[in-house]
Nanobody, 116 residues
Framework: QVQLVESGGGLVQPGGTLSLSCVVS????????MRWWRRTPGQEGEVVAT????????TYLCSVKGRFAISRDNVKNTVYLEMNNLQPDDTAVYYC?????????WGQGTQVTVSS
C-alpha cells in the first residue's frame, strides 16, 4: 500500500526555518519524481520544488529559490524540504507528491504558518 506522510509543519516567525519530511512507503523514492506543493485557501496549488528520480538539478518555484532545498534519503525512503528565511507569503498547506510509474500519489499535507 502506498502512503506518503508529511510532517514538520508549524508556526514560525518571519525569517525562521522549518524542515518538512515526507516518509514514503510502497515504493522506493529513488525510482520516483518527488515534488513539494503548497496551497492556500482560494488559490490553486503551486509546485514549490521538484526532484527527479536521478535527483539531479532540482527545480524550484522562483519565489523560493535560494531559500528552500529539496532532498531525499533513499535509505530512509524520505524526502525533505528545508525552508529558510520563511516569509508570511510562504504560509500554506504543504503537500508531498510522487509520480511513480503511471500513477500520482499525494500526502495529507502539513500546515506551515509564518507570522509574528
Amino acid at each position: 500500500q502506498v502512503q506518503l506522510v508529511e510532517s514538520g509543519g508549524g508556526l514560525v516567525q518571519p525569517g525562521g526555518t522549518l524542515s518538512l519530511s515526507c516518509v514514503v512507503s510502497g515504493f522506493a523514492v529513488c525510482r520516483a519524481t518527488m515534488r513539494w506543493w503548497r496551497r492556500t485557501p482560494g488559490q490553486e496549488g503551486e509546485v514549490v520544488a521538484t526532484s527527479s528520480s536521478t535527483a539531479d538539478n532540482p527545480t524550484y518555484l522562483c519565489s523560493v529559490k535560494g531559500r528552500f532545498a529539496i532532498s531525499r534519503d533513499n535509505v530512509k525512503n524520505t524526502v525533505y524540504l528545508e525552508m529558510n528565511n520563511l516569509q508570511p507569503d510562504d504560509t500554506a498547506v504543504y503537500y508531498c507528491s510522487a509520480v511513480f510509474g503511471p500513477s500520482d500519489y499525494w500526502g495529507q499535507g502539513t500546515q506551515v504558518t509564518v507570522s509574528s
